[in-house]
């Protein structure tokens, strides 16, 4: 995790409000995919967990089909602050599938965004961020110039799986509450 960029989300966060994110969907398979495609989104850059998995968790296979479907329609990107073995599992699981997995990411700066567009040739105006954490998923889009911001409820609140610690989970509301 980036901290200055992080901290700048805190400090800066009484101007922003209401702006960081721009839509809300429950879950990734509540996103109106279709409608992104028509507003001209070539390409949809997904954080990992509680986004499109439960936190530290496998990838599930309905995330699979749905990225399997996405994938001829959209350029498709996983960036996530999970280390190096971590983005290895996570090729592994989607072996197969037209995804880019950024090899750093350091949310919320904007470094691992660029390095996605940059692989896609992609405008980040062409581009939407799906994602459940306001300071690091939504801020990094924001900062990025990405114009659709999607936050999604935890994968891990809705489905089962492993939940983030409580204090993470704490700011995470904090962080919705406040943006």
């Known amino acids: 995790m980036d ?39 070539q390409l949809l850059i997904f954080d990992v967990d509680d986004t499109i998995a439960a936190y530290e968790d496998n990838i599930p296979q309905r995330t699979i089909d749905l990225l399997k479907h996405l994938q001829k329609t959209f350029y498709l990107a996983l960036l996530t602050n999970r280390n190096v073995s971590g983005r290895k599992e996570l090729a592994a699981a989607l072996q197969g599938l037209e995804i880019y997995i950024a090899p750093f990411s350091n ?54 799986g492993k939940k983030m610690n409580p204090l993470l989970s704490f700011i995470r509301s904090l962080e919705i509450k406040l943006s």
Not at 9 to 32: H, N, Q
Not at 131 to 143: F, L, Y
Request: aromatic residues 12%.
């Open 3 to 41: 901290i200055k960029h992080y901290l700048s989300f805190w400090m800066k966060l009484p101007r922003t409000r209401g702006k960081i994110s721009t839509a809300y969907c429950k879950t990734i398979y509540d996103v109106d995919y279709a409608e992104l495609r028509r507003k001209g989104i």
């Open 107 to 160: 949310k919320p700066s904007s470094k691992g965004f660029e390095n996605i567009f940059s692989h896609f040739s992609v405008l980040a105006e062409h581009s939407a961020v799906i994602g459940d954490k306001v300071s690091t998923d939504m801020w990094g889009a924001m900062n990025s110039n990405v114009p659709v911001r999607i936050l999604v409820q935890p994968y891990s609140a809705t489905f089962s």
